[in-house]
Each structure stands twice: as C-alpha cells, then as structure tokens.
C-alpha cells in the first residue's frame, strides 16, 4: 500500500526554523496538504495544495514542494507551534493517505 | 461559524455495532464531500471514508469495507457512518471532517473538523 514518510521527530529552539519532510512516489501527481494536531484537540488544516495558507494561519507556515517530497516551513518558530504534524495526499487511485506524523518540539 | 458536532460513541462489544453521527452547520452541507478520519489512542491520523457531496460515491479504507457504511441526509445536514461487525483495533477517536470539494475520489483537503467522538471495543 502506498505511504507518506515524515521524520517522527524535529526539535527546534524558538525564533529558529522548522523543516518536516514528507516524501510519496505520488506527490509529483497529487497535492499534499499538511495538518496540525495539539495535544487533546482536533487536526487544522495549515497548509492546502501544496504551498497554499488558509487565510486564518500564520504567515510563518509555508509549504513546498520539489519532486518525490513536499515540505512544511514554520519559520521563527513560536512555543504556541509544538504539536503533531501530519502531511496528506492520494495515492494513485485517488484514495486519501496520511502520512505517520511529526512531533514539533520547541526547545 | 462552520461547526461539525460528532456523537454517537461510546462502548461497543466485539462483533456489535455503533452508528455516529456528525451534524453540520455554518456552511451549505449539500456543497461538499465529507469524510470520516479516526484517531487509534498514541497514534496517528487514519481515513476511514468519503462520500462525495450528493451521496452518489462513497469510499472505504480497505480494512472496513463492508463492515462499515458511510451516508448523509443534505435535509438535516447530517453526516453518518454506520459500524458492524466491531473489532478492538476499532478503537479509536473518529472526526467528521469537511472537504473542500465535492464530487470525484478523495484527494482534497479537509478544511473543517469537529472535535471527535470517542469509540471503543471491547467485551
């Protein structure tokens, strides 16, 4: 069955940038779109289509997106952006995935 | 304000059955497919279905079909996933979420959740 691979972890000190990867043979083909996950809350949308913010997110979350991997950006990162971060996109049939998850720890 | 409210959940036996339910507002229901995504306790997102925005497709993650079936009623603007035949490793937390399209397979984004209703299996 088709995956999404994202790192389990990334640590980052506030005001420094955060990097999550998140890599899938289909993501040349398909958009991937990134959640945010606290603890005890439900997921939020941060990131659609690729490279896309919805209105209510903070500018300093951006994605991108180069071949096989797409990546999610929070830059000057703030004590309030710890959280589990999920990527998701289709596979080749057009079938939602998620990928495995990436806990944000500010240092 | 666009608001998904899930119930439903609660204790099911192995082998029973739970219906949940997700009432939407804010937002023209019948506009937009919908999709329920489960949460197993420590772990990580995982879609179990879609139905597009006039119930006419629906779509299963491999390991509930035919134990499970999603629908809507776009007169009460309610979404609703039927469970049979429960599993322990049904267990979970199961979100209602908003798609941000409405016909075709399950590639858009989910731009609304409610805050989950909790299931769990167990004898």
């Known amino acids: 069955s088709y995956e999404l691979t994202q790192p389990p972890s990334v640590s980052v000190s506030p005001g420094q940038t955060a990097r999550i990867t998140c890599s899938g043979d289909?993501?040349?083909?398909?958009?991937a779109y990134w959640y945010q996950q606290k603890p005890g809350q439900a997921p939020v949308l941060v990131i659609f289509?690729?490279?896309e913010r919805p209105s209510e997110i903070p500018e300093r979350f951006s994605g991108s997106s180069s071949g096989t991997t797409v990546t999610l950006t929070i830059s000057g990162v703030q004590a309030e952006d710890e959280a589990d971060y999920y990527c998701?996109?289709?596979?080749?049939?057009?079938?939602?995935?998620f990928g495995s998850g990436t806990k944000v720890t500010v240092l | 304000e666009v608001q998904l409210l899930e119930s439903g959940g609660g204790l099911g036996q192995p082998g029973g059955s739970l219906r949940l339910s997700c009432a939407a507002s804010?937002?023209?229901?019948?506009?937009?497919?919908m999709t329920w995504v489960r949460q197993a306790p420590g772990k990580g997102l995982e879609w179990v279905s879609t139905?597009?925005?006039?119930?006419?497709?629906?779509y299963y993650t491999d390991s509930v079909k035919g134990r499970f079936t999603i629908s809507r009623d776009n007169s009460k603007n309610t979404l609703s996933l039927q469970m049979s035949s429960l599993r322990a490793e049904d267990t979970a937390v199961y979100y209602c979420?908003?798609?941000?399209?409405?016909?075709?397979?399950?590639?858009?984004?989910?731009?609304?959740w409610g805050q989950g209703t909790t299931v769990t299996v167990s004898s």
């Open positions: 804010g937002f023209p229901f019948s506009t937009y497919a």
């Open positions: 139905i597009t925005n006039i119930g006419d497709s629906t």
């Open positions: 979420a908003k798609g941000n399209y409405g016909s075709g397979s399950p590639t858009g984004a989910m731009d609304v």
């Open positions: 998701q996109s289709a596979d080749s049939s057009g079938i939602y995935v």
């Open positions: 289909a993501l040349p083909k398909q958009y």
């Open positions: 289509e690729d490279s």
